[in-house]
Structure formats: structure tokens, C-alpha cells
């Protein structure tokens, strides 16, 4: 037996507790992880509820991330004791993920834990970190440079926003920080930003096809009406990264910026990303793209015990930066 965070819904009641579980329950995979840390993401807050439209199938054990090491392995890639990361596909949607201290994952979805990072580090970091690591690589591969000029980060105080700050700002770039938390401003120049700027400087509640032009890429994990603002806003031949919709599914933008100034708008998926780029991505975050400031400073540690609590302030947008479960 032993202890996980399970959610389970029937016709009349849906509950969110720390359980002791039997190894039975675990889906079948080659690799038997023993967790050692986990992270909590937007789409577990989702998971926490019960019309999150995330879980296919319950009872369940959530988590899209974990890192830990290996007990058993029927992959030949992998060996007891080695340190590994496993993140996205299906884990903590339809295959049991991370908020467990065991885990089973097939070794498809598995990836070794690179030099200079350890355990925990790669929980900071996370999907969120991946993400925007991954919208970091395509800025740079579409010609975002920091001579180009400045880099918007919008959702800034959260995690894909505060890790993407970090990242650039070590890459060199001039960052601009949108949040709509004014009591954040010394936290995000702490992480590199050199600017700070509320919502409403980014959407005011209008948009124009086109605007002054501001930034020379973006990084977008809002989405939302304002992502068509940026669009507009953004310098000729210049680039978006967007990887999120927590400011809602629908852009009202024209085809003027793309026609007339070249803008790319470029989507990131961390989910699906093809394994070869994903562990060469996961061994610039340990090098090139591990951020400068401490990571400490943008994590925040709990236990699986207080994930019940924790969980829904993910879903009311008043996280700082990372929390990380300690299993």
C-alpha cells in the first residue's frame, strides 16, 4: 500500500482526499517510478473538480508531472535507480500521474533526468517550464532575438509566465512583465524583467487591427481577446508564442498583422512534442535555459497532504509562481 491523492465522482457526490492505495490500481507500464516530487499545473487544478472536463474516468489519481526514481523497469532505456522526469501525454488525464508515491509509465513517455538538475529543480520547472521553454526555442528558431528588441511575457506572476521571464531574461533578452497583480512588481524584476506593466497596458478593452508597434515577441499563456491586442503590437517580422487560454478561447484579431508585418503566431504544445525534441529541450533547462534566479524563489513547497487546499487557487488565478509536492 501506499499513500496518493485520488479523485472520485459518482451520480451524487465528487471528493478530493489523500488515500492508501494497493499497487493493483495502478495501470499496467514498463517503468515503476517511486515519486519523489510533483507539481501542481492549471489543468490539475481542473482535475480537482468536479466539471473540470479533464478526467476521463474515475476513480483517478491526477498529476500531468513527476520526477523520481526508477524501481523496475521492463524497458531496457531504463535501469533501477536511475533519475528520470515524466510529464505531459497522457499522464494525469487518462493514464494515473504524479500526486502518488508510486507511479507507472510507459517508457515512451519517460525522460532521463539530465546532468545539473536535480529532482526537484525538474519540478519546478515542470510542464510549466517546459512550455515555456518550448516558446522560448521557437521565438528564437522564427528570429526573435534580443537585439530585435523587447520580449512581452503576459500571465507573468504564473507558471509559465514567471519561468519564461527567468529564461530570457538569462538569454539576454529586455523583458516586459504584463500581471494583473501591482503588489507582484518587485517579484517579477527579481526574476529578470526589466519592465513591469499592468493587463490594461497590453488590452484596454479595445483593439485595434493595428497599433503602435511595442515588442518584438511575445510570450502568451493568457490567449483570449488580448492575445489580439499583442498581435497587433508586435514589431514587423516579429513573433508570439502561445500555449494557453485562461483569458479565454476565442481571438478577435484580422489577418492585417500577418499580411502587412509579417507577424507569426506560433502555437506551443508541450503535450504531443515529439520525444526527440523534448529531451534536447529538457537539457537546454539545465544549461542555456535553467534560469539565473534561484529556483527556489519561484517555488513554493507543499506535501501531498496539502494538495486538497492548495489545488483551488491554481483555478482562482492567485498563484505566485510554482508549487511543487513534495511526496
Known amino acids: 500500500m501506499f ?9 451524487t457526490d465528487f471528493s478530493v482526499e489523500v488515500k492508501e492505495v494497493s499497487f493493483d490500481i495502478l495501470p499496467e507500464a514498463e517503468v515503476l517510478i517511486k515519486v519523489a516530487y510533483s507539481s501542481i499545473n492549471y489543468k490539475d487544478g481542473l482535475a480537482s473538480i468536479a466539471d473540470g472536463k479533464i478526467v476521463r474516468s474515475y476513480p483517478f489519481i491526477p498529476g500531468i508531472d513527476l520526477a523520481g526514481v526508477v524501481v523496475s523497469s521492463q524497458d531496457p532505456r531504463f535501469q533501477e535507480g536511475d533519475k528520470v522526469i515524466a510529464t505531459s501525454y497522457e499522464i494525469g ?3 494515473y500521474g504524479g500526486f502518488s508515491e508510486y507511479a507507472r509509465i510507459p517508457g515512451d513517455w519517460v525522460v532521463p533526468l539530465p546532468e545539473n538538475l536535480s529532482l526537484k529543480e525538474a519540478m519546478v520547472l515542470g510542464t510549466a517550464g517546459f512550455t515555456a521553454a518550448l516558446s522560448v526555442q521557437r521565438l528564437e528558431e522564427n528570429g526573435v532575438t534580443p537585439a530585435k528588441g523587447k520580449v512581452l511575457v503576459t500571465g507573468a506572476t504564473g507558471g509559465v509566465g514567471s519561468i519564461a521571464v527567468s529564461m530570457l531574461a538569462k538569454r539576454g533578452y529586455e523583458v516586459v512583465a504584463s500581471t494583473g497583480k501591482a503588489t507582484e512588481h518587485d517579484f517579477l524584476h527579481k526574476l529578470g524583467a526589466a519592465e513591469v506593466i499592468s493587463r490594461d497596458e497590453v488590452y484596454n478593452g479595445k483593439n485595434k487591427a493595428l497599433d503602435k508597434q511595442l515588442w518584438a515577441g511575445a510570450v502568451d499563456p ?4 488580448s492575445l489580439a491586442a499583442i498581435l497587433s503590437k508586435i514589431h ?17 484579431t484580422s489577418v492585417f ?11 506551443i504544445d508541450s503535450v504531443y512534442c515529439p520525444m526527440e525534441v523534448r529531451k ?4 537546454r533547462m539545465a544549461t542555456d535555459l535553467k534560469p539565473s534566479t534561484l529556483l527556489d524563489s519561484i517555488a513554493v513547497e507543499i506535501s501531498l497532504d496539502d494538495l486538497p487546499e492548495t489545488l483551488p487557487i491554481i483555478l482562482k488565478g492567485q498563484a505566485k509562481g510554482r508549487f511543487v509536492v513534495r511526496i
Open 280 to 283: 534536447k529541450l529538457w537539457d
Open 236 to 252: 514587423y517580422g516579429g513573433s508570439v508564442a502561445v500555449s494557453g487560454l485562461t483569458g479565454g478561447g476565442n481571438v478577435p
Open 257 to 267: 498583422p500577418f499580411i502587412l508585418r509579417g507577424v507569426n503566431l506560433l502555437g
Open 222 to 225: 493568457v490567449g483570449g481577446e
Open 3 to 11: 499513500k496518493a491523492l485520488v479523485v472520485d465522482k459518482t451520480e
Open 93 to 95: 488525464v487518462s493514464h
